[in-house]
């Protein structure tokens, strides 16, 4: 490292700033994994929002005369992923279930982020008993395996795509509140509440409209990654039996464990569905991956 | 160091006594209870009531939540619903299964993570590292059933490389002294068995260790990216000390410090990701005997297995923190 580099070091930004957003935002434009992580997010919201006018065939159309000499015929023109054990085209089946997984991921994370926030942030300002209890409590939801939790919570709620993505979503509760308070307490001390309060800023507001945007950027990380794991959750439960009651449903964790006993002879129905959830958990992943370097204020100012 | 220990003890107490009352609560919250999960369809409302009876849920709640705590400090665990045999020796026969398969990945995990991660920060900014980076975000990505369902029809089903499913085959004719399969077999000299055993092992662990190994190589990358370049490290090599030396003693021994927190974090994450490996793989463990226990209504099961499952990983979890001290002398003394 030259001498230059290392008094630019030294100085600060050797590139001027516009402010922490502005900055990620230059950054995520230059980084090709967020590109890649957002052309596949593209893709599958693209998937869910148009499957009505994008999908050749309904998600529940049957054609049996496909199948009648045996399951199941493989990709061709007409049906470009094949065609599963019902006779129903995959392809379409596909670009519906992003749908259910969309709105399973997004709804999940809503529940785990804005409940695991409000513990966070209530547990991480006010500090002592307070958060004590809180944290403790979050100990002994962190004591159990996430899957085993979501399991038994489908288990009182009763089945149901509903009840499924609020058990998926409480289980990131603890991730959620554990990352906010941690971040509020390192901001709880800093010169600028400090200063906040000294002028007499009261205390919800200190927390409202200074701490906490101060303390947001790893939970929109942490959100976008927890999109990810909710989608894989979500297919992880459909796999034990635990998935969406009805079955004629197209989810995608549902397709790829309906279609486990066809393995031999129709690889392709487990794969496809298969590749679809990896597909859409990397965008999330990529694109979470790409944020948290371009948040991170230890990187800043460098170009 | 003692008193850090007694004190990290302590604060296990809260844990577990609040773990016990939500798991009991959580149970009795179940819809349905287990004499309808035991008789089904020939559910009379007085067969449900004596079997209800028998099992003493019909005693005040605070009544039952007393006997639960008296006899599981007394270490019993209670029997279980359906198979009426004691939990506690049904843990005793599936834990070894679940921890043999955890270790299992976690040696898959470790084994090509940390190597791995450490030459991609050798090579910053090179080919390989960006190979790396893309191959573990894949990694996490992959749900654990989907990869163990293709390894299993590639490797088991098409190609007959490996076994497909449970943890011995039944030809093999050895003795469990341990309840670790392969551990027994070495253990008895019966090497046929162990090595039957480890073949056994070895698809379910990739599946298992996938999620891991993809976490430990990019922990691993990014603390040696930040160990190479600290102040130590280049002293070192200003003073001529070799390379190996380098990369090992100071290098090495500072960047897998995080790797270790990891590893305690994963093991959590491991016996949940188990439930799906040992139901794909019919591996007789505690995964996937909870979650069979969970569709029954086995409230024994539950409440012992769960409870267990959680002690073990606090205490993972505990020895972790305290090897941290040991392997850095700089958080001992604070």
């Known amino acids: 490292m030259s001498i230059a580099e290392l008094e630019g070091q030294l100085v600060g930004p050797t590139v001027p700033t516009g402010g922490l957003w502005h900055e990620a935002w230059r950054r995520l434009r230059r980084d090709r994994g967020a590109i890649v992580g957002f052309i596949f997010v593209c893709c599958f919201v693209l998937a869910a929002v148009l499957a009505p006018i994008i999908a050749p065939y309904g998600p529940l159309d049957q054609d049996l005369a496909l199948i009648t000499k045996g399951c199941c015929p493989g990709p061709s023109s007409a049906h470009w992923f094949g065609v599963d054990q019902l006779g129903r085209d995959e392809l379409s089946r596909i670009l519906w279930g992003a749908r259910y997984s969309l709105i399973i991921g997004v709804v999940s994370v809503t529940v785990g982020l804005s409940i695991g926030v409000t513990l966070g942030s209530i547990a991480g300002y006010f500090g002592g008993a307070v958060d004590n209890i809180i944290m403790r409590l979050m100990d002994i939801m962190l004591a159990i395996p996430g899957l085993l939790l979501a399991i038994g919570i489908v288990a009182v709620l009763g089945p149901g795509l509903f009840q499924i993505m609020i058990a998926v979503g409480v289980t990131s509760i603890p991730i959620f509140a554990r990352l906010i308070r941690g971040s509020i307490l390192s901001q709880r001390e800093a010169d600028f509440v400090l200063a906040a309060r000294s002028v007499g800023v009261p205390r919800r507001s200190i927390l409202g409209s200074h701490i906490l945007p101060n303390s947001i950027s790893p939970v929109i990380v942490q959100g976008t990654l927890s999109l990810a794991t909710a989608i894989i959750d979500v297919a992880g439960l459909a796999f034990l039996g635990l998935g969406d009651p009805d079955p004629s449903r197209p989810e995608w964790g549902a397709m790829l464990t309906n279609t486990n006993e066809y393995l031999q002879s129709a690889p392709f129905l487990a794969i496809i569905p298969g590749i679809a959830i990896v597909i859409s958990a990397l965008g999330f992943n990529l694109i979470g991956d790409a944020l948290r370097e371009a948040l991170d204020p230890k990187l800043r100012g460098r170009a | ?334």
Request: charged residues 15%; without cysteine.
């Open chain 2, 1 to 334: 160091m003692l008193r850090f220990i007694v004190r990290r003890l302590l604060l296990l107490v809260p844990i577990l006594i609040g773990l016990s009352i939500l798991i009991f609560f959580w149970i009795h919250a179940l819809p349905g209870g287990p004499a309808q999960a035991l008789l089904g369809e020939r559910a009379t409302p007085e067969a449900v009531a004596q079997i209800r009876h028998d099992l003493g849920l019909d005693k005040p709640i605070y009544e039952q939540y007393w006997a639960y705590v008296r006899t599981t400090a007394e270490g019993n665990l209670g029997v279980s619903i359906s198979s009426r045999r004691p939990v506690t020796t049904e843990i005793r026969e599936r834990f070894p299964a679940t921890v043999e398969l955890t270790i299992a990945a976690m040696i898959f995990a470790l084994s090509l993570g940390i190597p791995l991660g450490f030459y991609a920060a050798k090579r910053h900014g090179s080919a390989f590292d960006h190979a790396s980076l893309v191959g573990s975000l894949i990694g996490i990505s992959i749900p654990i059933f989907f990869l163990a369902i293709i390894l299993k029809y590639i490797f088991a089903v098409r190609l007959g490389w490996l076994p497909s499913i449970g943890r011995q085959s039944v030809l093999i004719n050895a003795e469990h002294p341990t309840g670790f399969y392969v551990l027994d077999g070495i253990v008895t000299g019966n090497w046929n068995a162990a090595w039957d055993a480890v073949q056994h092992l070895i698809l379910p662990a990739i599946a298992l260790g996938s999620i891991p190994l993809a976490i430990i190589a990019r922990i691993t990358r990014a603390s040696a990216l930040d160990v190479q370049n600290e102040d130590y490290v280049r002293t070192a090599r200003a003073k001529g000390m070799s390379p190996g030396i380098v990369d090992r003693r100071h290098v090495m021994r500072n960047a897998l410090l995080p790797v270790v927190t990891i590893i305690g974090l994963q093991f959590g994450l491991l016996l949940g990701g188990a439930v799906l490996t040992e139901t794909v793989f019919a591996i007789p463990g505690m995964g996937s005997w909870l979650a069979q226990a969970i569709f029954n209504r086995d409230y024994p099961v539950i409440q012992g297995g769960v409870l267990f499952l959680a002690i073990v990983f606090v205490m993972v979890n505990l020895i972790v923190d305290l090897s941290y001290g040991f392997l850095n002398p700089r958080i001992r003394v604070s």
